[in-house]
DNA sequence: TTGTATGCGTTATCAG
DNA sequence: CTGATAACGCATACAA
């Protein structure tokens, strides 16, 4: 590897400088700079990122921490792929590297492990779900002082960092939609608790049906666990209370289309025989049969933005107020959702 | 932060024998590292991952070079998801990290700036295609003897590390149990020729045709690009010439999806009046309706043998032959394909 | 505008 | 079995 050393000597100058130079450091002279930047490229030179980061005393890598998912399935191609689209174009606008950490199941409580062998600057947390333990985990990364953003994930009654899509509001446009097309039996099949997202949107469920003046039974909420085969199964129970349902908003894509496959194995189809929205707006929902109407998060957003904050917040090392972003969600509308369209 | 050297005076030792002691290297009296490990975590000592790796001049991550994808949807969450969590697992054995790139359009040159930089110690490739840049690039990257290793794409001609599936031998499969289904008119509806793997599965159609005795027509034989809308469009030319088709094999499901959709509106449904099989297994073969039959391909394991040979080739410095290790594919059968499942 | 000198936290070599 | 000590390639405060 040729090195800073040799680039110098090169250019009759002194370390010192081909690094001023490398770095747009101070004032200098035209011509050494030139002479510099013609010796580093005669010898090919390129600075150590190692080098460097042990000199800076920081990593320059942004640690992206994903959870343990037993089925790989918890997440759609359009969550994985969007959020760490928008990290990385973030990341690279500032110089920075991302560092993957993929968790095992029983590692919720290694979370600083990266910070301490001081691998990345700042994390941030996908996929983060509301259990003790995982509060407890972060509640001591957030007292270390390690920097952290969590995606899509609320903890109530903790201040952390948190860049979150406004899935209240993108459900009550799922329902109100649902309202709009004339139905008024409008059942809920919710996901997990733990997660945030869940308690989020049956509030906009119900404020939905609220404002509009419909009942909302014990019978027309529902959960399920976000995989498909829950909604498969929601299927079942629906079917055999379909006296009082004409229409079914799904906490997520997945959920929705399993749903639509249960009902349709007993005659019911969806878009003809009774409406579905479901949430996310994944690849699947383009994919299913018919299209699904769905609530469209904006998950690369969502991940450029904490990238964005937490990487500011590490640089500026300001220990900034908890911010607490929330984009924007909208309602997708496709064939699942609309009696005339298989008509 | 507390170092190396803080731990050496509280346990009374100099700093080389805490190294020692953390690297578990050479013969040392019992309570001497009993001593140093206590004082250890007493200070709660972490070594240093960055000093570390600029001593030992390797960084201990594993670059994953993602490539440009214009609607991030040439991938499922299947491959994605599935092969970084098989590179995850062999990094973490081998006490890796796993550095994250994610290429901008323009940066097919660029491969060699992770290994510059010294950022990465070996990189994992995905998603390359055969264009005439990327084999210039890749080239370039083998002659300065940076270690790589390319999963699911194969550079005839070229001589590169590579882990991929026998996708010929899936469409074989595939093929042949449509036939066995008793379907004979069997068009393929490949993707773009820029991927190995649609050269792969033409041979094993063509190879399955040929075996059983059965025509190839021209007209038989339709390209797509791997998106469901080109999937669709597909159906248009299939239906006006539908005479001359009974099943179609699909090179991923994606477009099998859009066929499907598309062959519905005409009032074809897959299952029923034609059969359809799709390449990858991907979690929208569950999701379609109806289900569809698809070539399963070991994208977990391919990750994690790419992972373990390129790691190896660096550590051991060895300047091995290029190993091109092929996984097998399995066919797995869903309703799209029986002509019995819809009655 | 440029050079000098010091330090960053390890690894690894060489004595003892 | 253990202790000094020289790298490692760069950033940066201080001088000049």
């Known amino acids: 590897m040729v090195t800073r050393k040799e680039v110098a000597e090169l250019a009759g100058v002194s370390e010192a400088t081909v690094s001023r130079v490398f770095n747009g450091l101070g004032p200098m002279k035209p011509t050494t700079k030139?002479?510099?930047l013609e010796a580093a490229s005669q010898l090919n030179y390129h600075p150590n990122a190692i080098a460097q980061s042990f000199a800076r005393r920081r990593s320059g890598?942004?640690?992206?921490?994903?959870?343990?998912?037993?089925?790989?399935?918890?997440?759609?191609?359009?969550?994985?792929?969007?959020?760490?689209?928008?990290?990385?174009?973030q990341v690279r606008e500032q110089g920075y590297d991302m560092l993957l950490s993929l968790l095992k199941p029983d590692e919720d409580l290694d979370y600083a492990r990266l910070y301490r062998s001081q691998k990345?600057?700042?994390?941030?947390?996908?996929?983060?779900?509301d259990t003790p333990q995982q509060r407890e985990s972060l509640q001591q990364l957030q007292e270390q002082g390690y920097p952290f953003c969590l995606v899509n994930?609320?903890?109530?009654g903790l201040a952390f960092h948190e860049v979150d899509a406004d899935h209240v509001d993108g459900s009550y446009q799922a329902v109100r939609h649902l309202?709009?097309?004339?139905?008024?039996?409008?059942?809920?099949?919710?996901?997990?608790?733990?997660?945030?997202?869940?308690e989020d949107r049956l509030q906009g469920y119900l404020r939905a049906m609220h404002d509009a003046g419909?009942?909302?039974?014990?019978?027309?909420?529902?959960?399920?666990?976000?995989?498909?085969?829950?909604?498969?199964?929601?299927?079942?129970?629906?079917?055999?209370?379909?006296?009082?349902?004409?229409a079914v908003f799904a906490a997520n894509d997945r959920m929705a289309i399993g749903l639509m496959q249960g009902l349709r194995e007993k005659g019911w189809v969806a878009g003809r025989d009774f409406a579905v929205v479901g949430c996310d707006d994944s690849d699947a929902a383009k994919l299913s049969d018919p299209p699904l109407s769905s609530i469209n998060v904006p998950f690369y957003e969502m991940g450029k933005e904490a990238a964005r904050g937490?990487?500011?917040?590490?640089?500026?090392?300001?220990?900034?107020?908890?911010?607490?972003?929330?984009?924007?969600?909208?309602l997708i509308i496709r064939q699942s959702s609309k009696s005339s369209s298989l008509t």
């Open 214 to 246: 419909l009942q909302t039974s014990h019978e027309l909420l529902l959960e399920g666990n976000y995989s498909r085969k829950s909604g498969y199964e929601a299927a079942e129970r629906l079917w055999s209370q379909r006296e009082q349902v004409e």
């Open 34 to 36: 030139a002479r510099v």
């Open 61 to 89: 890598n942004l640690g992206v921490v994903l959870p343990y998912m037993p089925k790989v399935h918890l997440f759609s191609a359009y969550y994985f792929a969007e959020i760490l689209s928008g990290i990385g174009e």
């Open 310 to 330: 937490v990487l500011a917040r590490f640089t500026q090392g300001e220990r900034a107020e908890p911010s607490n972003v929330k984009l924007p969600t909208q």
């Open 179 to 198: 309202q709009e097309e004339g139905y008024r039996k409008i059942a809920f099949l919710n996901g997990s608790p733990e997660y945030s997202n869940s």
């Open 120 to 129: 990345v600057d700042a994390c941030v947390i996908l996929g983060a779900r």
């Open 153 to 156: 994930q609320h903890f109530e």
